[in-house]
């Protein structure tokens, strides 16, 4: 599953959130996301699986309790592929500022240096 896929899920972007926050219990995670997107317990551990199965998250026993926490393996990929896409953004934004301030210096009722007359 690619990573975006994962975070597709709003569910799993708030588990991610909780978790972001500092480890929590399954139960704990349950609670929280049962009473915000009234889902069952079961719904909200597969969430927690697809997290885990994709490297978003990790878990440790503790005792009886699962302790999960961010896996930061998960979002890097997400930020590697944006990364990919930054230099296409930064080229075309710095092209529209120097167009933006051609239209300027070009306009109607400027001076050359573009100041309003």
Sequence with gaps: ???FDVLG???RRRILELLATGERSSGDVVGVISDEFG???PAVSQHLKVLRDNGFATVR???TRRIY???PSGPAV???WLAGLRGFWS???DALGTELARGRRNAPGTSPRGDRK
């Design 1 to 3: 599953m690619h990573a």
């Design 9 to 11: 899920d709003p569910v």
């Design 39 to 41: 889902i069952s317990q």
């Design 61 to 63: 026993p503790e005792g």
């Design 69 to 71: 926490a961010v896996d």
């Design 78 to 80: 997400a930020e590697d």
């Design 91 to 93: 080229q075309r934004l």
